[in-house]
């Protein structure tokens, strides 16, 4: 299962430049609202020091990271969900994402034109985070008749999802987004098949300008959006498009010694898959043959079962036991026979819930 996550923000805020840094895709970044028109998708190797160190132990014919899916998409205008601009048709391509990412811009920079005529941080995301909520109490009003109408027929599933569409037609009426909706487990399944936007969980992204970037501190439109965030719960990660796009360009110690020199301890991509991956509750264990060492990315608090289903649906039906070593008894041990000498090497049943960094070898029959 790779991450995805969908890139919005308003025109010229750095939402191209952040996503041609992250996935080198060359996507068309341009200093005019849409440049954007088609959605850009780009796929990103999740960086693991842990990974290169067990392909050191194992040696394998092949090594494969796990994956982060990034979608941008154009620009959104105020007035988007009543077609503004390009209106929301591109909100439908980022539906299906686990999280949203939104560029906020926090420089000034009198060659780069701002949509409203004015940096203002607040404004930006209030204007975004309602075309989003428009967006979704349209979905949920084309819903509505029809599952009213069952419900008055006293249909069972009809009555339980009615009541969903009721809370989610009041918040959304009341410009509150779906997330701040409590449901109980049974509700939520009839929330997510409705692939409502506000109800992902959201990562603000704050672009500041390179001379900014060591003192955010002091940065007062990047302590509004904390503020912001802190208030909805929401997480906020501090980057400079531009000198992440000069990072891109970079690979191993070169990339360290140009952060080293920057005073930054990770790039903004680490930050923002860090990030992501603890908002969504995400973690990773690893397989590690003669032919392939994988990084395979989870939901913590997963079984053996579920987790071996994230392999093949085969491995979850066919569960009959996990090989299981933890990364760090098997790195101090310096190899898989060792471990095994030492104990450290555990036969795990159904109800194991795997944590993150073990290694895995799954048992199953079909």
Same mark, same amino acid.
């Given at each position: ?38 959605? /850009? ?46 209106? #929301? ?25 701002? $949509? ?25 009003? %084309?819903?509505?008749?029809? $599952? ?36 109980? %487990? ?32 002091? #940065? ?5 959006? %904390?503020?912001?965030?802190? #208030?909805?719960?929401?997480? $906020? ?33 680490? *930050? ?33 079962? *579920? ?24 790195? /101090? ?34």
């Amino acid at each position: 299962m790779s991450l995805t996550a969908g890139i919005v923000g308003l025109p010229n805020v750095g939402k191209s430049t952040l996503f041609n840094a992250i996935t080198q895709a060359g996507a068309l970044s341009a200093n005019y609202p849409f440049a954007t028109i088609d959605p /850009n998708v780009g796929i990103v190797e999740v960086p693991d020091h842990r990974l290169h160190k067990l392909t050191e132990l194992v040696k394998p014919q092949k090594t494969i990271p796990t994956s982060f899916e990034f979608t941008d998409i154009a620009g959104i205008v105020e007035g988007a969900s009543k077609g503004e601009g390009l209106g #929301n048709q591109f909100l439908s391509h980022i539906r299906q994402v686990d999280a949203i990412c939104h560029v906020v811009r926090c420089f000034s920079d009198d060659d780069i034109t701002h $949509v409203s005529g004015r940096v203002d941080p607040i404004s930006d995301i209030e204007t975004i985070n309602l075309e989003l909520i428009l967006a979704d109490l349209e979905t949920v009003m %084309k819903r509505y008749p029809k $599952v009213e109408k069952m419900a008055k027929q006293k249909d069972k599933d009809a009555t339980y999802e009615f009541e969903v569409l009721e809370k989610l037609k009041d918040a959304l009426e009341a410009e509150q987004p779906a997330r701040s909706v409590e449901f109980t %487990k049974e509700q939520m399944k009839y929330v997510k098949s409705l692939h409502l936007l506000t109800s992902k969980p959201i990562l603000y992204v704050a672009n500041v300008g390179e001379d900014e970037l060591l003192d955010v501190e002091n #940065n007062a439109k990047v302590q509004q959006v %904390k503020e912001y965030a802190a #208030n909805e719960g929401a997480s $906020v990660i501090v980057v400079c498009a531009k000198v992440e796009s000069e990072i891109a360009e970079l690979q191993g110690e070169e990339k360290q010694e140009f952060l080293d020199e920057l005073g930054i301890e990770e790039s903004g991509l680490d *930050q923002l898959i860090k990030t992501s991956y603890d908002m969504l509750g995400l973690a990773t264990y690893f397989t590690a043959g003669e032919k392939e060492v994988r990084a395979w990315t989870f939901k913590k608090g997963m079984t053996a079962p *579920q987790a071996a289903g994230v392999i093949h649906s085969d491995f979850e039906r066919g569960f009959i036991r996990a090989e299981t070593v933890s990364y760090d008894d098997l790195v /101090n041990a310096g190899s898989e026979s060792a471990a095994k000498d030492q104990g450290k090497v555990r036969l795990e049943g159904k109800e194991y819930l795997v944590k993150d960094g073990d290694v895995i070898h799954f048992r199953f029959n079909v």
